[in-house]
């Protein structure tokens, strides 16, 4: 562990933390409205369920579709999703960032609403699957803002939960940290703005990824 930090574990949210696929999600969204002839829901609606599991994502959004129909445009999602993927890039900085708090000696985990497939697959293409030592995905768990992904980090690693801090772009991070008893940092360069975020109780409102990583360097 680092000496003399305030934290021995950061838990990092995956879309719109430290992948930059907003606007994937939101295209793919698109697309599958377009193939089942529905009404595309706004962008802000569209950019407020990032970080649900997408049986929770779909059920805010699509309210009113029987099941069958939401499995059809869950499908189609997935489908139009995968033509996106390779355009996915990290953020600017995320590289860097991880590879530096790896070497100060911190552990590091992720927790997300992508399928445990979208998220080994993101892990290898981006080639830090070597640096987070635990991974919860929506395939494991129950969906954000339970705090059963926290949990089960926090128990697998042997961190106290007030050794532990999340990384995140959306309320459900926040509120799932805080269901786990744990600090929280908010980003304002993903999927909810900063008025959105800025009603809960973080360390910190950051506003892109070298201010996120500068920042635990220094506090974490």
């Not at 003399?4 to 999600?25: E, K, M, P, R, V």
């Not at 399928?115 to 070597?130: D, E, I, P, V, Y």
Request: charged share 25%.
């Amino acid at each position: 562990m680092p000496k003399d930090t305030n934290y021995d574990l950061i838990i990092f949210d995956w879309d719109g933390t430290l992948s930059d696929s907003a606007g994937a999600i939101i295209n793919s969204i698109k697309d599958a409205s377009i193939k089942n002839n529905i009404e595309i829901p706004p962008e802000r609606s569209m950019r407020a369920i990032i970080g649900l599991g997408l049986d929770e994502a779909f059920e805010k959004l699509f309210p009113d579709q029987l099941n069958h129909h939401l499995d059809d445009l869950k499908n189609d999602f997935r489908e139009f999703y995968l033509n996106y993927v390779d355009d996915i890039a990290m953020f600017d900085g995320v590289d860097v960032g991880i590879k530096m708090l790896f070497n100060q000696g911190f552990k590091l985990a992720v927790a997300t609403g992508k399928s445990r497939r979208g998220l080994n697959n993101a892990l290898n293409k981006t080639n830090l699957n070597t640096f987070f030592s635990f991974t919860r995905t929506m395939d494991e768990c129950f969906s954000k803002p339970h705090p059963q992904m926290i949990n089960e980090i926090l128990e697998n690693l042997f961190i106290e939960p007030e050794r532990a801090i999340m990384v995140g772009d959306s309320i459900y991070d926040l509120e799932m940290a805080r269901n786990a008893s744990i600090d929280s940092i908010a980003v304002t360069y993903g999927s909810q703005t900063h008025d959105e975020l800025n009603h809960y109780p973080t360390k910190a409102l950051i506003d892109n990824p070298h201010d996120l990583f500068d920042w635990l360097r220094v506090h974490g």
